[in-house]
């Protein structure tokens, strides 16, 4: 199994880790009242749940079992695949952190970093799939 599967597969495994104990805490305030700040935590919980573990699943198994693009280069660009890695995980833990910003510091100008965050994952999952799109051909013409 490629290096890179691995990382993007434990990762994820992480960050569903994270979704589950954000999730189990976002009803903890019901019965626990001194957690009233994580009411902001739905969209996080949403983010690292879907991009973080159905994603970047996604994205470790199709780099480790699509077709190989040729013999010399049989997954594509490597340094695509770990920069594709880096903004989609950088992207998703800005995201993380200022996600909860807007309703729970009153101060403005935290929408920038939303913002970067976006495009950060929007980069990342554009590369994986510019790198991931010659791996989907009919049948290894032995190039």
Do not use: C
């Not at 990762?11 to 994270?18: D, N, P, R, S, V």
């Not at 993380?96 to 807007?102: D, K, T, Y």
């Amino acid at each position: 199994m490629p290096s890179l599967t691995r990382w993007f597969i434990k990762t994820g495994f992480i960050h569903l880790i994270a979704a589950l104990i954000i999730g189990v805490a976002q009803v903890a305030p019901a019965a626990v009242p001194a957690l009233p700040a994580l009411r902001g935590f739905g969209p996080v919980y949403f983010h690292l749940f879907l991009v973080g573990w159905v994603t970047q699943m996604i994205f470790g198994v199709i780099y480790w079992m699509f077709p190989i693009e040729s013999k010399a280069r049989p997954r594509g660009r490597l340094w695509m695949g770990w920069l594709s890695y880096g903004l989609l995980n950088g992207g998703l833990w800005l995201r993380v952190a200022a996600e909860p910003l807007p309703s729970n510091v009153l101060t403005d100008g935290w929408g920038w970093l939303l913002l970067v965050s976006a495009v950060s994952q929007w980069l990342g999952i554009t590369l994986f799939t510019l790198l991931a799109w010659p791996r989907i051909k009919d049948r290894y013409r032995g190039g």
